[in-house]
């Protein structure tokens, strides 16, 4: 199983990124989905999960209305669009199917 992520990077305040995940070894299309992050001294927390149609999402209070988590399966992709960026969003963000995770890449919100 592999799953690597990418997208991350530096950006302003109010601005967008979108993550994307890219999985292999499993069959994609049978499984929900997850993407968490991990800022620095903080526990690792959910930030969005999709079931494994796409049909149902579900978001962390913290970034509704600003994240939106979608899947490709013909892709075996997950991508996760966040807009209007907080400085409090910079952290690693993971994609997961545990207990399978990727590496993490970075997402930094600053001026």
């Known amino acids: 199983v592999q799953l690597v992520e990418s997208g991350g990077g530096l950006v302003q305040p109010g601005g967008s990124l979108r993550l994307s995940c890219s999985a292999s070894g499993f069959t994609f299309s049978r499984y929900d989905m997850t993407w968490y992050r991990q800022a620095p001294g903080r526990e690792r927390e959910v930030v969005a999960a999709?079931?494994?149609?796409?049909?149902?999402?579900g978001y962390a209070n913290s970034v509704q209305g600003r994240f939106t988590i979608s899947r490709d399966n013909t892709e075996n992709t997950v991508y996760l669009q966040m807009t209007k960026l907080k400085p409090e969003d910079t952290a690693v963000y993971y994609c997961?199917?545990?207990?399978?995770w990727g590496r993490g890449t970075q997402v930094t919100v600053s001026s």
């Open positions: 999709i079931s494994n149609t796409g049909r149902s999402t």
């Open positions: 997961a199917n545990p207990p399978y």
